[in-house]
């Protein structure tokens, strides 16, 4: 396993007890690192798969690394934790939900089933969403969540201080108040009450100290405050913490990433060994050189410079163009004189990235007009597709009965003859009767 790595990955893999801190630039093999160094302590340290705990930030990425983990064992480490950190949040929950006032067949509530029950708790409290966007509040509740900051905290920091942060905690309260009676959680509270359950059961948190022996994580650069302190927590005890990541691509500081996270680890870990992964195995000696110079710009990071044993490589080209209809026909342009330079090219070799979705239109208001054929890539995801949404909270709701999102959904789809006359009686039966909806739709004759 070790002789195809280079010094600096093999440094990485064979450190063995205490924190460290892989500082992983891109393209360096970071994924190779994390995979191996799992194999390393089960088959060289005799670590039992299910004493390791490996975190990452997507499913796609946990999912790769298992099968690089299956590859290299030549079998699948049975027990083994290896997930995101909402799948392992949502696991402890399952485990221990009662604890905090939940049942274990709670509700996980997605984006938009969130921002619809904000805009229900803004209207519980009397505040116009007309006038306060739930999507605003929905991402301040958000933000102060992955700060570990909760109701009583944030009321007491903001209240009479800021009139949209006034409304924001008076809707913060209803909002957690409507989740916790719907028997349900959002995608930040898997993150905040794990963190909740050990720092209000010691007991319990010892013994996760010493089931996770040893605890690797992937992108560290994007934690947040309360995925740090659920690490935190973990490694406690014995400190066997290996995080890899790289401060120079922490682009998620809107959604609460914390550089800090990184740039202080010696300081949260005293006695960490870092380990810098500078060879990069996917870029030519061009690129490395303009990214170097742009990123030494940054006054705040970890130092480290990229390098290559690839050579050559054509020049960067930077165009200034006029408008965004502009570029679209640069861009158009440009494809068709390299196709018609190399044959061998089609249009399947040519890819265009942009920032925002919005960005398309002119992009694909131009292809239309030239006629090029293209594909955009991303679209409306599986789960988010209206009829999978249908189903899913028909599933939901014969889950959990309490979950008025799914049976808001779900109670005229197909169409019922349920109009809004009769779901505001109903609404009113049940507040009356002291029952949630479904149970009052059960008694509808009576309504």
Not at 111 to 138: F, T
Not at 304 to 315: A, F, I, S
Request: aromatic fraction near 8%; include cysteine.
């Amino acid at each position: 396993m070790l002789e195809v790595l280079n010094p600096e990955q093999r440094r990485a893999v064979e450190h063995f007890e205490g924190p460290c801190l892989v500082l992983a630039g891109a393209g360096s093999g970071k994924t190779r690192v994390l995979t191996t160094r799992v194999c390393q302590l089960v088959m060289e340290h005799g670590v039992p798969p299910e004493r390791i705990l490996a975190v990452t930030f997507t499913n796609k990425a946990a999912q790769e690394m298992r099968e690089r983990v299956v590859s290299m064992l030549g079998g699948d480490p049975k027990g083994i934790w290896m997930s995101t950190f909402h799948a392992l949040g949502a696991r402890l929950m399952r485990r221990h939900a009662p604890e905090l006032g939940w049942t274990r067949a709670f509700t996980i509530r997605d984006a938009d089933q969130s921002l619809r029950e904000v805009k229900k708790a803004q209207k519980s409290v009397d505040i116009d969403p007309l006038q306060c966007s739930p999507r605003a509040v929905r991402d301040r509740i958000s933000d102060a969540k992955n700060h570990l900051i909760g109701v009583e905290e944030f009321r007491e920091q903001y209240a009479g201080r800021d009139l949209f942060l006034s409304r924001v905690a008076v809707a913060y309260g209803a909002y957690q108040e409507a989740l916790k009676r719907q028997d349900a959680m959002d995608f930040d509270d898997l993150l905040v009450l794990p963190v909740r359950l050990f720092e209000n059961n010691p007991e319990l948190l010892a013994r996760y100290q010493r089931l996770f022996a040893f605890i690797l994580v992937d992108e560290y650069q994007d934690t947040n405050r309360a995925q740090f302190r659920l690490l935190e927590l973990l490694a406690a005890d014995h400190g066997n913490l290996m995080v890899v990541g790289d401060d120079d691509q922490s682009i998620y500081g809107w959604r609460g990433a914390d550089i800090r996270n990184i740039l202080d680890f010696e300081k949260s870990f005293p006695g960490a060994a870092v380990v810098r992964l500078e060879q990069n195995y996917r870029s030519t000696p061009v690129i490395l050189d303009a990214a170097n110079v742009v990123i030494r710009q940054n006054l705040d990071r970890k130092e480290k410079t990229m390098r290559t044993e690839l050579v050559g490589g054509p020049p960067i080209t930077l165009v200034e163009a006029a408008s965004e209809a502009d570029e679209g026909r640069w861009i158009v342009e440009e494809i068709e004189r390299r196709m018609l330079s190399n044959p061998e090219y089609d249009h399947r070799h040519f890819a265009v990235l942009y920032r925002t979705n919005a960005q398309s239109r002119a992009l694909e208001d131009r292809f239309r007009r030239r006629g090029l054929p293209y594909q955009i890539v991303g679209g409306v995801r599986f789960y988010e597709r209206r009829e999978i949404q249908d189903v899913l909270a028909y599933l939901r709701l014969i889950a959990n009965h309490q979950d008025m999102d799914a049976f808001d959904r779900v109670v005229n789809y197909p169409r019922r003859g349920v109009g809004k006359t009769s779901l505001e009686r109903l609404a009113r039966f049940a507040r009356e009767s002291d029952m949630d909806l479904f149970e009052a739709a059960g008694r509808g004759e009576e309504v």
